[in-house]
């Protein structure tokens, strides 16, 4: 079995790989719907609902980088945007998204960082 590193697990928007990438998080959820009754033994049964997806990343903010500039410009138009994240040669999970939260640090000694929270607009597929 092999193990995939973080350091490949990048994010796209538009086509384009965030660039300075620090980390990128995907994370699934789905609803949980309770389905108990009186024979199921006095135990929860679940099934689920709706599923919902969201990426993070945090990057360091380039000048110019046309992935961080994308993410910007669709955020500041307020669109939604296509995403992929490849997950090492596991594979990449792609679908369309809303920028909830677009946010760019500069502290004193520090590099100056963007921090992007996507939620799922779409589907989301693999491949």
Same mark, same amino acid.
């Given at each position: 079995m092999v193990k995939i590193r973080g350091v490949?697990?990048?994010? +796209?928007?538009?086509?384009?790989t965030i660039g300075s990438q620090r980390n990128a998080s995907l994370k699934m959820d789905g609803k949980e719907i309770d389905? +108990?009754?009186?024979t199921t033994g006095g135990w929860d049964t679940t099934i689920v609902g709706n599923?919902?997806?969201?990426?993070?990343?945090? /990057?360091? $903010?380039?000048?110019?980088?046309a992935g961080q500039d994308a993410v910007e410009a669709a955020f500041l138009a307020?669109?939604?945007?296509?995403?992929?994240? /490849?997950?090492? /040669?596991?594979? $990449?999970?792609?679908?369309?998204a809303s920028i909830v939260s677009l946010e760019l640090t500069g502290e004193k000694d520090d590099v100056s960082m963007m921090k992007i929270s996507l939620k799922g607009a779409s589907a989301l597929t693999a491949a």
């Open positions: 490949d697990v990048l994010l +796209s928007v538009g086509g384009q389905v +108990s009754d009186k599923r919902t997806w969201a990426i993070d990343c945090e /990057a360091i $903010t380039l000048d110019s980088d307020g669109n939604q945007i296509s995403v992929s994240i /490849a997950v090492g /040669a596991h594979g $990449t999970y792609s679908g369309t």
